[in-house]
């Protein structure tokens, strides 16, 4: 779907008329859908990309995002040849070898570990030409453009954007919604279970995260009688 | 492409407040606004070890205390001319030596992380006549104040979601006519999401 078709369907689920929307722009309606697609693709790590990267000798560090503009996670790298660089972890390459940051020694990269955002490792340091398979996250959608998460999981984008479009108005119109938050993450799990198991098929060495659900009923409720809680702790009743 | 929280502020954060532009807040002002985003770019770096520096400092013989960079949060690898040095305590290295702070050697193997491990890092053994190089300290690093003259924040830009969420719920929480508990707590719980992914993407730390 284009941004202008889920604008549209985003204001009528408000009851907005889409050609005249009074209470909720446009623009609102399409960040709240670039929001939904950015978190949806958090969740499950569904968009990938390919790049090369260019390893000098003697460099051992690399920032991947001045690459790769829009780099979330590294999935798999590969040498020229095809094998497989082996992830690591920097203490692990630190056991194997102490001068790990040194070593030019060698035919190809054999191991690279990630630290951070996008920071990657490797050693041997020496002159090759690798390429990254990384999950991406999208490109901001515009009212011409089209969404990118699959196809089927797009109608689950304007159930996040209408309780994301509520919180504005709260009460029981936020309360009345709330609930298809739980439609969104349920359609993320189930898309993140496909990649999960693609990605273990594709040998990538990251996986999309399982994660634990908020109960946002229970979050409701527990709002009406206390003042929330803005800390990791959870809400009692 | 990083998360730009001016941008946030138009598309994201004055609609939820009910205003198209700082000059239509009422209950909030733009620089309070930028406080809140602060607060939330902090609390999800501790979450989440997202921001990396490799810190380099030349080896200078007899000198045994090194600094870290500023914001430093914690340390995850040190080198010292080239070869891994070993996290230590000071109990450790008493019991290899109980002149452990004076003695120098060629090959540095520990390290010890003074103040909490936020300012310096303390080698041992100091660096004798003859070792040259570098000490190299890897650290995570909590980013810079996010204010208006510096509203880049060196993240993912689909975090900037979570910067939204959680400013829009500091503002819905401050004791104004405008609280609204319940969107403050949908906001926040929905955050509370953005950092389990975070964390399990770049590493939990403290």
């Known amino acids: 779907m284009t941004g202008q078709e889920l604008t549209d369907r985003l204001l009528k689920r408000v009851g907005e008329n889409p050609s005249t929307p009074r209470f909720f722009r446009q623009a609102d309606a399409l960040a709240a859908i670039n929001e939904a697609q950015q978190l949806f693709v958090l969740l499950t790590l569904c968009l990938e990309a390919e790049t090369p990267l260019a390893l000098s000798s003697g460099v051992f560090e690399y920032d991947a995002s001045s690459t790769a503009a829009n780099w979330l996670v590294c999935l798999a790298i590969r040498r020229a040849d095809g094998v497989k660089v082996q992830p690591s972890t920097l203490g692990e390459m630190a056991a194997l070898n102490p001068l790990w940051q040194a070593t030019t020694a060698g035919s190809a990269p054999n191991r690279y570990a990630v630290a951070g955002f996008s920071t990657l490792y ?3 340091q020496i002159t090759a030409s690798v390429t990254a398979t990384y999950a991406r996250g ?3 959608l515009t009212l011409g453009g ?10 689950c984008l304007l159930d996040y954007a ?12 936020l309360a009345a919604d709330v609930a298809l938050l739980r439609q969104f993450f349920e359609a993320a799990t189930k898309c993140a279970a496909y990649v999960r198991t693609r990605s273990l098929d594709m040998r990538y060495d990251v996986l999309p995260p399982e994660l634990k659900l908020p109960d946002f009923s229970r979050v409701l409720k527990a709002a009406k009688k206390v003042a929330p809680m803005l800390d990791s702790k959870p809400l009692s009743e | 492409m990083p998360c730009n ?12 407040l009910n205003a198209t532009a700082s000059t239509d807040l009422v209950f909030w002002t733009k620089a309070t606004l930028y406080e809140w985003a602060h607060e939330a770019v902090q609390r999800l770096a501790r979450a989440a070890a997202g921001l990396i520096f490799t810190d380099t400092r030349a080896i200078v013989t007899g000198t045994a205390d090194y600094p870290l960079p500023a914001r430093t949060l914690s340390v995850l690898h040190v080198t010292a001319a080239d070869r891994t040095i070993r996290a230590a305590n000071a109990r450790d290295l008493e019991a290899r030596s109980s002149t452990w702070r004076a003695a120098e050697g060629v090959v540095i193997s520990h390290y010890i992380r003074q103040d ?5 890092i303390k080698i041992y053994p100091k660096p004798a006549t003859g070792l040259s190089g570098a000490v190299r300290a890897t650290v995570h690093l909590l980013p810079p104040v996010v204010s208006e003259a510096a509203a880049i924040v060196a993240w993912p830009e689909v975090l900037g979601g979570y910067i939204a ?6 503002a819905r929480t401050a004791e104004t006519e405008a609280k609204m508990p319940e969107a403050a707590a949908v906001a926040a719980e929905i ?5 389990q992914i975070a964390a399990k993407l770049w590493g939990g730390v403290q």
């Open chain 2, 191 to 195: 955050g509370l999401v953005y950092e």
């Open chain 2, 165 to 170: 969420l959680r400013t829009i719920a500091a």
């Open chain 1, 162 to 173: 209408q309780v994301r479009l509520r919180l504005h108005q709260g009460a029981q119109l």
């Open chain 1, 122 to 124: 490797f050693t041997p």
């Open chain 1, 146 to 155: 089209s969404a990118e998460i699959p196809e089927e999981y797009q109608p």
């Open chain 1, 138 to 140: 999208p490109v901001a």
């Open chain 2, 5 to 16: 929280v001016e941008s946030l502020l138009t598309s994201s954060i004055y609609p939820a």
């Open chain 2, 116 to 120: 909490q491990g936020l300012t310096s």
